[in-house]
C-alpha cells in the first residue's frame, strides 16, 4: 500500500509562483507512474501533469510551457513547480500513483493552491 502526502500549497498572487511536493512511502516508488491531479470546486478532477519511472513527462495543454513535474526516485519524491500562476489554476491539488502493469493506484489527501490578488 502506497501512502502520499502532499505539501507546498498556498495562496499566491497571479504572476506568482509554487512549488508542490508529494512523498511517497509503503510502496516501491519507481514502480510506479506519478501525477499530479487538480480540481477546482464545480468541476470533475483533471490530470496536470504526468511522468513516467523513466522521466517521460506530459502536461495538459493548460498548464504548458509554466508548470514543471520531476521525480527523484532515490528519495521517493515528486514534485511541482508552478510558474505564472493564474487565477484560473486555482484547485485542489492531489498527487496520485499508478502502479505499472497494474490497475493499482493511489492518491494523497490533496493541497489547495489559490491564485488570487
Known amino acids: 500500500q502506497v501512502q502520499l502526502v502532499e505539501s507546498g500549497g498556498g495562496l499566491v498572487q497571479p504572476g506568482g509562483s509554487l512549488r508542490l511536493s508529494c512523498v511517497a512511502s509503503g510502496g516501491i516508488f519507481s514502480g510506479h507512474v506519478m501525477g499530479w491531479y487538480r480540481q477546482a470546486p464545480g468541476k470533475q478532477r483533471e490530470l496536470v501533469a504526468r511522468i513516467t519511472n523513466g522521466g517521460t513527462t506530459n502536461y495538459a495543454d493548460s498548464v504548458k510551457g509554466r508548470f514543471t513535474i520531476s521525480r527523484d526516485n532515490a528519495k521517493n519524491t515528486m514534485s511541482l513547480q508552478m510558474n505564472s500562476l493564474k487565477p484560473e489554476d486555482t484547485a485542489v491539488y492531489y498527487c496520485?500513483?499508478?502502479?505499472?502493469?497494474?490497475?493499482?493506484?493511489?492518491w494523497g489527501q490533496g493541497t489547495q493552491v489559490t491564485v488570487s490578488s
Open positions: 496520485h500513483a499508478k502502479r505499472i502493469f497494474s490497475s493499482d493506484e493511489y
